[in-house]
């Protein structure tokens, strides 16, 4: 009995050894980061460097800046400290499930079981089934005990550290912006030209709906936040055909526009305000109604969900 013991033993070390090879094969000399339970979520922990902003975070982690930015309670023009820790969102948007050898575009990570723990909900995290997370780790079941580390997968990273460039010159003869800066350079004949310095936001790169929201909310400094079931509605007509995802909402004035966040699958969108919610059955104990065009955005088959709302406070 003592032998077979020590035979499963070696075994399941093996397991585990030629797990842990092959993850640093496929990422030789890459560091793996940490992540952690972050508001029932996964994040990854980064520690701030010198000329870290929101922005080169937001593009070296591949995650949109609005939701960089809502997780760590800042904005967009926070200063950040060298040292300060931040929590770095992980989903769907930024998760890789799988990498080959030479692939620098991804970086390893590592989660550390906590008590009650179990690897049926960690795969659903990583974004993967059960049984991959366990040929992962060399497991032989699906038993983990507290404290062990595990590997659960890479997260798209941009390991360029050039600065992110808010600034494109244009020549002054084709440009008729207004309150550019111009600026005089002389190429290497002698002759000297006069170029516009563009203010190039990175606002300007976010779809209209988001811009919008973060215009109402003052880059949600100024927020109503709210928890309850949306009911989504046939879209008909001119809805049909629109491509803004209009709502109804109670409190929030005609126009505005309201982020909707799916927990259970970590999806956001943002909606237009068209009216109040319609005193009928189908409402009941709604807290929105969302046309059905989100349904497949926040990856929601029913026709109601939990979520949160958050969206600027009528005037």
């Known amino acids: 009995m003592l032998r077979l013991s020590l035979l499963i033993s070696f075994f399941l070390n093996a397991l585990v050894l030629s797990a842990q090879i092959s993850v640093s094969a496929e990422n030789p000399g890459v560091d793996t980061l940490e992540v952690v339970f972050h508001n029932d979520k996964?994040?990854?922990?980064?520690?701030?460097e010198a000329g870290d902003n929101v922005f080169k975070l937001s593009r070296k982690y591949h995650v949109p800046p609005a939701l960089l930015a809502d997780e760590n309670n800042i904005n967009f023009q926070t200063a950040l400290n060298p040292g300060q820790l931040l929590f770095i969102p992980y989903g769907a948007y930024n998760q890789a499930k799988?990498?080959?050898a030479n692939r620098f575009d991804v970086r390893p990570l590592r989660y550390q079981v906590r008590k009650y723990d179990n690897l049926f909900r960690l795969a659903h995290l990583a974004g993967v089934q059960q049984r991959v997370m366990q040929r992962w780790n060399g497991m032989s079941d699906n038993y983990i005990e507290e404290g062990r580390v595990l590997f659960v997968g890479w997260v798209l990273y941009d390991m360029s550290n050039a600065a992110l460039a808010d600034t494109v010159e244009v020549n002054s003869k084709s440009s008729t912006l207004k309150n550019d800066r111009k600026r005089t350079v002389t190429k290497k004949d002698g002759v000297e030209e006069t170029v516009i310095i563009v203010r190039k936001s990175y606002l300007d790169t976010l779809p209209e709906a988001e811009r919008n929201y973060l215009s109402q909310t003052n880059n949600e400094q100024v927020v109503m936040e709210e928890k309850g079931t949306a009911v989504f509605f046939e879209?008909?007509?001119?809805?049909?055909?629109?491509?803004v995802i209009y709502a109804l909402h109670n409190t929030a004035k005609r126009g505005t526009i309201i982020k909707v966040y799916n927990p259970g699958t970590d999806k956001t969108v943002f909606v237009k305000v068209l009216g109040p919610i319609p005193d009928t059955k189908m409402y009941h104990n709604a807290v929105i109604g969302i046309g059905s065009s989100a349904k497949e955005l926040l990856m929601v088959p029913e026709e109601k969900t939990w979520c949160?709302?958050?969206y600027a406070p009528p005037q």
């Open 42 to 48: 996964w994040a990854i922990v980064h520690s701030v």
């Open 98 to 100: 799988e990498a080959g």
């Open 235 to 243: 879209n008909k007509g001119k809805l049909a055909s629109s491509k």
């Open 308 to 310: 949160e709302l958050k």
